[in-house]
T-cell receptor, first 110, second 118 residues
Framework: KNEVEQSPQNLTAQEGEFITINCSYS?????LHWLQQHPGGGIVSLFMLSSGKKKHGRLIATINIQEKHSSLHITASHPRDSAVYIC????????????FGGGTRVLVKP | GAVVSQHPSWVICKSGTSVKIECRSL??????MFWYRQFPKQSLMLMATSNEGSKATYEQGVEKDKFLINHASLTLSTLTVTSAHPEDSSFYIC??????????????FGSGTRLTVV
């Protein structure tokens, strides 16, 4: 079993819909990151969380340390949000290395 | 914000030749750089961790003589794929730890290099 599990693997939404991506992990972590990878391959760091909730524009990320679960929400989705969203954790016992989930491929249709 | 510049963005080379990929941190000092490989529709796979001024730490199964990593300065790390073969064709991307404004270490990624070996 992977240490970081994301769901769903694929998601298609209509423009304007609310999108939720989930991430569960099974180990102790020092931080969780949400990343966005566009079709060209470049990766952008969206959030780094160690507790609570963060918001940036239409993106909201939450984390529940006790339940070892995080969610990424996209409000009022837009076709430009189409990308792969990756959850990554920094495992306490693994130093500075990130461990990645399998990614969620999001397609927002106009 | 922190920026990591990665070059080239794509390269096609002949089998048996070597290819060098560069990652530069433009506005911060990257004491640690991570090198990843990604196959189509798969997640990132860590190849090695490089620390400025010391030897890189390679992940299990990654050939250190094939994937040479040099991190000679605080702003530059390079990955050289030696004697490339078609199976080395992949997307390579680097990432650097950076100290955010709020004192937390985040990770900044390069734009990636798509290597095709023919």
């Amino acid at each position: 079993k992977n240490e970081v599990e994301q769901s769903p693997q694929n998601l298609t939404a209509q423009e304007g819909e609310f999108i939720t991506i989930n991430c569960s992990y099974s180990v102790g972590i020092s931080a969780l990151h949400w990343l966005q990878q566009h079709p060209g391959g470049g990766i952008v760091s969206l959030f780094m969380l160690s507790s609570g909730k963060k918001k940036h524009g239409r993106l909201i990320a939450t984390i529940n340390i006790q339940e070892k679960h995080s969610s990424l929400h996209i409000t009022a989705s837009h076709p430009r949000d189409s990308a792969v969203y990756i959850c990554a954790v920094r495992i306490k016992a693994a130093g500075n290395k990130l461990t990645f989930g399998g990614g969620t491929r999001v397609l927002v249709k106009p | 914000g922190a920026v990591v510049s990665q070059h080239p963005s794509w390269v096609i080379c002949k089998s048996g030749t070597s290819v060098k990929i560069e990652c530069r941190s433009l506005d911060f000092q990257a004491t640690t750089m991570f090198w990843y490989r990604q196959f189509p529709k798969q997640s990132l796979m860590l190849m090695a961790t490089s620390n400025e001024g010391s030897k890189a730490t390679y992940e299990q199964g990654v050939e250190k003589d094939k994937f040479l990593i040099n991190h000679a300065s605080l702003t530059l790390s390079t990955l050289t794929v030696t004697s490339a073969h078609p199976e080395d064709s992949s997307f390579y991307i680097c990432s650097a730890r950076d100290l955010t404004d709020r004192g937390f270490y985040g990770y900044t990624f390069g734009s990636g290099t798509r290597l095709t070996v023919v």
